[in-house]
């Protein structure tokens, strides 16, 4: 009977021994496939960011090439520009600036979706937004008018975006309002400092 229970202790033990060197085995030949897996994931995944970013922005330059027509307008030594923007775009024409501004609200959903980065949106689009900043007509009657500019907090959160970006604000950009519910909270900081950051940066 001690005889029968001894051997079968025996077999267990080798049995666990045999079960820990398989075990390892398929560790040490797991481990490099699971890291491959991890591998050719992350590259897929960067492949379909930049499939979307491209999409994303060919998407915005053909719905910009409609509103053509407001960007050359908008640009120095444009209709709009310097003191005719004072009065440009008139009540006639502002009906044409709503949809040019509706792209950089888009722009900034895409940004939020992690489509596009600050530093293409401002190599690609800034200098538009800065114009659109520069134009006291559009300033006034849309983007820091008290009853408006909550509906245009898109391309307004885009604005405080690429000014982080540059470190500085755009030209007529001066009203204190910023749409925090569009970033959220840890977002709305890191803009803000960095925002802040710039600024101080270059007035050292």
């Known amino acids: 009977m001690l005889e029968t229970i001894e051997s079968h202790r025996a077999l267990l033990e080798t049995l666990s021994y045999i079960a820990s060197i398989v075990g390892a085995v398929v560790a040490i030949i797991g ?52 003191d005719k923007g004072a009065i440009h775009p008139d009540k006639d024409e502002l009906p044409l600036v709503e949809p040019y501004l509706g792209v950089f609200e888009r722009l900034f959903i895409a940004y939020q979706a992690g489509q596009v980065d600050a530093k293409t949106l401002d190599n690609l689009y800034g200098y538009r937004l800065a114009n659109i900043w520069a134009n006291q007509r559009i300033v006034t009657t849309k983007l820091q008018n008290d009853d408006l500019k909550r509906s245009w907090n898109g391309i307004i959160a885009l604005t405080y975006v690429l000014e982080a970006h540059r470190g500085k604000p755009f030209a007529l950009h001066t009203d204190t309002y910023f749409p925090a519910e569009l970033f959220g909270r840890r977002s709305a900081r890191k803009i803000q400092r960095q925002r802040a950051a710039r600024r101080t940066a270059q007035a050292a």
């Open 31 to 82: 481990f490099p496939l699971l890291y491959r897996q991890l591998r050719v994931a992350q590259l897929q995944r960067r492949d379909a960011i930049r499939l979307s970013t491209s999409q994303v922005l060919l998407a915005a330059d053909a719905v910009l090439a409609t509103h053509a027509q407001v960007a050359v307008k908008l640009r120095p030594r444009g209709d709009w520009d310097r």
